[in-house]
Each structure stands twice: as C-alpha cells, then as structure tokens.
C-alpha cells in the first residue's frame, strides 16, 4: 500500500514552454503533497507545500507565479513550469502523507529544458 | 532552521563488511527522522522512520538509532552486499510541522 505515482517520468521541453507534472496517490487518500526539487548530486529541497483544496504554501524563494501548484482532489496533485528555462531542469519529486504520517514518495520526474 | 548534514559524502567499503553513516541535526526539537535509500536517476525508498521518544529501529540488516539531545542518528549496516550501493538520505521533521529537512547524503558503493 501507499503508492505514490508521477507522470511523466521524463520530459524535454523547449525554453519558454510550460510542463505540467502529476503526482498521484493510487491507493490512499493524501490530505497533504509535497513538491521536492533535486539538482545533480545535491539532496532534496522542498518547493511547497499542497493541502487539498487549498493554496500551496511556497519555500522561501521558491516563485510561485512560475511553479504552479493545484491539489484539486485528495489522490492528484500537479505542478506547472511556466516557461521553462534551462536552469529548471531538475528533477522534480513530490510526496503525499495522510495527516501527521510518514511522507511516500513518488519514482520523481526528470525534466530537461533546451 | 533546521539544518541537517551527513557524513561521510562518499563511502566505499568491500563486500561483506560492516559500516555506519552518521546524521547530524542542529535543531534537537524532532517528531521524527527518517533513514531512506535513493538508486540513481530513481525516487526514495523509507528505510526506516524512529520516532522522537524512540532510541532505535531495525528492520533485517539496517538499525537506525537516534540520539536526540546530541542531534545524531546512525544507520547501521550490517554484512553489506553490492545491491546496498546508493545513496542514502536522512530526514528529520520537527513539531508542529509537516515538512521533512533533508541531509545532504551519502553515495555508498559496495565493492564486490
């Protein structure tokens, strides 16, 4: 139990383009979401926060304007790179937990911007 | 802020042998530590999860133990095969909030 899915795996965008990212919760309901991004050989750095229904809560220095983040039910969360530039290729890892719990993590999406 | 640092970056031990990588936190105020393994290009896999009022845990041949008051926790790995080559991530979370501050890993390579 508690799978979490991302969708796509992999995606190469041109600059200035927007990519969208799912994370889903398949088989429980994630009253909470996050959204980590990793560069190469560094560790995980939280984006947001997302509760269901509600605005995303954004780390310092995370814009919020070019990550969009929308938690509409309690199993899908997406996040938007609005025009996408070269130094948002990363790799992009969102999680789900269902209150005070253990955070799942989903297979984390790589994204490459030409 | 919490503030959490892992040594040593790299590891590189034969087959076989015993090790132990270290997390170290700044801030003592813990709900909990997580231990998790992430293989290249891949997501995390939870390893293990203690508790602030919990000393240790231990699933087949990992033991994770925390030291609250010192900021320390240590994975222990014990008879080490080539598949536990990865990096391994610890995470702390404190109370009151959700959000998981992660260290900065160590790269584990078993040599066969």
């Known amino acids: 139990g508690a799978v979490v899915s991302q969708h796509p795996s992999w995606v190469i965008c041109k600059s200035g383009t927007s990519v969208k990212i799912e994370c889903r919760s398949l088989?429980?309901?994630?009253?909470?979401m996050f959204w980590y991004r990793q560069f190469p050989k560094q560790s995980l750095m939280l984006m947001a926060t997302s509760n269901e229904g509600s605005k995303a809560t954004y780390e310092q220095g995370v814009e919020k304007d070019k990550f969009l983040i929308n938690h509409a039910s309690l199993t899908l969360s997406t996040l938007t790179v609005t025009s996408a530039h070269p130094e948002d290729s990363s790799f992009y890892i969102c999680?789900?937990?269902?209150?005070?719990?253990?955070?799942?993590f989903g297979p984390g999406t790589r994204l490459t911007v030409l | 802020k919490q503030e959490v640092t892992q040594i040593p970056a790299a590891l590189s031990v034969p087959e076989g042998e015993n090790l132990v990588l270290n997390c170290s936190f700044t801030d003592s105020a813990i709900y909990n530590l997580q231990w998790f393994r992430q293989d290249p290009g891949k997501g995390l896999t939870s390893l293990l999860l203690?508790?602030?009022?919990?000393r240790e845990q231990t699933s087949g041949r990992l033991n994770a133990s925390l030291d609250k008051s010192s900021g320390r926790s240590t994975l222990y790995i014990a008879a080490s095969q080539p598949g536990d080559s990865a990096t391994y991530l610890c995470a702390v979370s404190n109370f009151g909030n959700e959000k998981l501050t992660f260290g900065t890993g160590t790269r584990l390579t078993i040599i066969p």
């Open positions: 999680s789900a937990s269902r209150g005070r719990d253990t955070q799942y």
């Open positions: 203690i508790q602030s009022s919990q």
């Open positions: 088989d429980f309901q994630a009253t909470t």
